[in-house]
Nanobody, 121 residues
Framework: VRLVESGGDLVELGGSLKLSCASSPNLFHIYTYYTIAWYRQAPGKQRELVASLTNAGLSNYADSVKGRFTISSDIADNMTYLQMNSLKSEDTAEYFC?????????????WGQGTQVTVSP
C-alpha cells in the first residue's frame, strides 16, 4: 500500500489547513479492518500520534490537538483528511499519513513520505 500526503503549507498563526492522504490501491475497498492515522515529527523530536480513525469509526486525538483537529475519511474517494484549525506554532512539523493493516494475522504499518506544515507567528 502506498500513501501519498498533500496539503502541507506555510500558514499564519491561528489559521487553518487541511491535509489529504490518498492510498494506492484503495485500502478501504480491500481491508475490512484498519486504522488510519496522522503522525507528526518536529525537528529534534520524536514522531508523535496526532489523530487516528478505525474502520469502526472510532477516533482518537492527542491532547494537544483535541478540539482543533479533525480526522476523517472519504471511502468513495479513497482519501483521509486532517482538518487543522486554530493552528499554533507548536503544530509546526512534518506530518505523516499512516495505515495499520492486518497482514498475515499481524498488524503492519504503512507510511507516506510526509508533508511539511509550518505555522508562522
Amino acid at each position: 500500500v502506498r500513501l501519498v500526503e498533500s496539503g502541507g503549507d506555510l500558514v499564519e498563526l491561528g489559521g487553518s489547513l487541511k491535509l489529504s492522504c490518498a492510498s494506492s490501491p484503495n485500502l478501504f475497498h480491500i481491508y475490512t479492518y484498519y486504522t488510519i492515522a496522522w503522525y507528526r515529527q518536529a525537528p529534534g523530536k520524536q514522531r508523535e500520534l496526532v489523530a487516528s480513525l478505525t474502520n469502526a469509526g472510532l477516533s482518537n486525538y492527542a491532547d494537544s490537538v483535541k478540539g482543533r483537529f479533525t480526522i476523517s475519511s472519504d471511502i468513495a474517494d479513497n482519501m483521509t483528511y486532517l482538518q487543522m484549525n486554530s493552528l499554533k506554532s507548536e503544530d509546526t512539523a512534518e506530518y505523516f499519513c499512516n495505515a495499520r493493516l492486518p497482514l498475515g494475522g499481524h498488524p503492519v504499518d504503512y507510511w507516506g513520505q510526509g508533508t511539511q506544515v509550518t505555522v508562522s507567528p
